[in-house]
C-alpha cells in the first residue's frame, strides 16, 4: 500500500487508485484519535515542519495533531507577508529549514504555484495545505472521506459547491477530486464570481443556487470573503444572502438526506445561517475531525511510514 | 577603407531585391550592390558563405535599464546581446529609474551608447514626466536631444485627454507615440491571461479586453487628431481586428508584435515558471494563429522582442510575485525565423517585420542597402543550428523562455556604421 506520488502538490496527480488507499488509510486511523492515549509510534524520529506562510488555525491545528499523533516531531514555522515584504525569498527560507533536515514539509502559501515551485528545489517530500486560489488536496480529501462516511460512496452523487468559485481553492481541488471518484460536480455563485471554463476542470455550471440544489447530495458552502460585498463582484452581503446563502427555507427544498458542508471558517448568517450550520443535516464538525485522520494517512503514506509496515 | 560582402544573397525588400549580390561598402555608406564575384580593388573582402545579407535588423522595443538598474543591465551590455543577436540598433524605453523624461536623460544614454561602441542606441523619450500619466514631459526637448519616439512604456497612458493632446503635440515634432495598451482596472492584479489555464492555475487573469479596449481608445484618438500610432507589443486576436479595421480606412496605425506571442501560448505557465510571465501574457492558440496572420498580411508591421531583463531577485519568486518581462534581444533572430522556416512569411516579409519598417515607423536612415545608405548590415546563415543557452548570453538577464530550444538561424557578422562590430 503505497502512493504514486511523493509529494501531494495538488488533486491532478491523483488517480482513483490514490484517492481511494488515502481514504482508506484515513478510516483505518481515525481510530485513534479517539482512544484515551492518542498516539501511535508510527513516525517516531521523522521530523515534520509545517510552514504556513499564511495564517491559518484549524488547517495548522490539524497537521500539528495528526503528526503529533504519530508519534513525528512536528516544528512549526509561521511567516505572513510576501517573500518580498520580509526581505528574505520564499527559496532561502525553504532551503534553510531544508538544510535541518525534515522527513516531511507542509506548505501553505498565499501564492498560487508556491509549492510547486519549492518542489523543484528541495527532494523532500511535500504536502500543499493550500496555495493562493489554485489548490487545497488535503480539504478535498477529508471532504470527500466525510462524504464516503456519511453516505457510503462517491460514485454518482450529485455535489453543488456554492460561492466565491473564482477565488476557491477549495472548489478547484474539490471538483478533481470528487470528479475523479465519479460524482457529479456543479459549481453554482453569481457570474462575477465564476472564473472562465470552469466546465474544463470538470464541473457543471449554474448560476440558480434553488434550481441547482433540488436534487443535489451534498451541498458545499464556500466562505464568502467579506470584502467583496459592495464592490465589483455583488452589490452587497444581504444581496448575496438573499441569493446564494443556504438557510432553512432551501434546505428544505433539498432532498431529505441532502448533506450540508463546509471548508470554514463559516460566516454565519452570509453565506450559511447559524440554524442550518448547527443542524442535523450539517457535517461541517465531522468534517473538522476528519481531517486529522486524512492528514494523518498522508503523513504516514508519505513520510515513509507505510514502507515500513513489514516491521 | 572599403569592405566588399560577397557571396550571399541580398535580401533587401526596401528596395525589391532578393538575388545574390556582392555590397560594397565604403565610408560608412552602401558604395555599391554589385554582381556576385566583380573584382573591387583595395577592398576588403567579408564572405557571407551563402547567407543572407540583410539591412542591419532594429529591435524597436527593448529595455536597457540604465540609468538605476544597472545590476539587471547597462547600456554597455544591452548593446552587446543586441550585437550577439544579429541586431545593429535598439530603441530603449524611458521606464528607467529615473525616467528617460528629460533631456540631460537622453545625452547620458547617448553618452552611455557612444561609449560602448555596440549597437546603435535610440532613446524614447517618456510621454509624461516621471511616466505618471499626469502632465506632458518635455517632448520637443526630448525629440530636439535624440529621442525618436515618445512612450510611457511599461504604463498605458490612463488619461484619454493626456493621451489626446500628446499625440497632438506629436505632429509639430514629427515623431510616433508608442502605445502600450492597457486599462488597468481590467488588468489588476492578474499575472497571466484570463482563459481556462488561468482558472486551472488559480491565477488571475488578464482578459483579452485589458488590451484590445485601450488600443480601440487609441485608435479612435489617433483618428481624431491625424498622428500617428504605434501600438506596441500586440498579443491578442481583438487588438488585430481593430488595427486591421482601422488600417482599411487610413488611420495612421502601425503596430508589434514580438517573439514569445508567436512561439509561446498560456499554455507554458502550466509549471509557474516566473521566466514564462510578462505583460501583455502569453495567450491563446488563437490569438497566436491570429497575430501570425497579421504578420503575413500587413496588420502588424514589426516584430520587436520588449527585451526586459531582471535579476533572480525579481524571477527567482513566487510567480504572482515575480517581475514581468523576458530578455529577447539574443533570441529574437532566431524565434522569428522559424515563422519562415514554417512558411508562413517569406524571408522578404521577414526583413521588412524586423528593419525597414522599425525603421521607416521610427524615421531613421537604416533599414536599407540602396546606394547611399548608411551601412548598417547584418548577415545570417538561415541553416546554422543551435541550442539557446542563456548561461551564453551577453545581456546580464538570464530571464527567458527559450533556454534550451533547438533553433536554426543565426547572425554570423553585424555591420555597423561600415564596421564590422563584435559583441
New interface residues.
Partial sequence: MALKIKSLLDMDGLDREDITTILDTAESLKGISKRPIKKVPTLRGRTQVNLFFESSTRTKTSFELAGKRLSADVVNFSSSGSSLSKGESLLDTVKNIQAMGPDIMVIRHGSSGAPHMISRMVPTPLINAGDGSHSHPTQALLDMFSVREKIGRLEGLKVVIVGDIANSRVARSNIRGFATMGSEVWVCGPPTLMPPAIEKLGAKKSFDMDEVIKDADIVMMLRVQLERGSGTRFPSLREYSMRYGMNMDRLKSTPPNAVIMHPGPVNRGVELSPDVADGPRSIILDQVENGVAVRMALLYLLCGGANETSD | MKLLIKGGRVIDPSQGLDEEKDVLIEKGKVAALLPPGEKVSGAKDLDAWGGWIVPGLIDMHVHLREPGEEYKETIASGASAAVAGGITAVACMANTKSANDNASTTDYILEQAKTAKKARVYPVGALSAKLEGEGLAELGDLVGHGCVAISDDGRPVHNPLLMRRAMEYCLALDVPILDHAEVLELSAGGCMH???V????????IPEAAESAMVARDIILAELTGAPLHIQHVSTAGSVRLIREAKSRGVKVTAETCPHYLALDHEAIR??GPDFKMNPPLRTKDDQDELIRALADGTIDALASDHAPHSL?EK??????AANGIVGLETILPVTLELVIKGKITPSRWVELLSVNPARILGLKSGTLAEGAVADVTIIDPEQEWTIDKNKFYSKGKNTPFHGREVKGRATAVIIDGKVVKP
Fill in positions: 484570463e482563459g481556462e488561468s482558472t486551472e492555475l488559480g491565477l488571475t487573469g509549471q509557474y531577485v527567482e519568486v513566487e510567480f504572482d510575485l
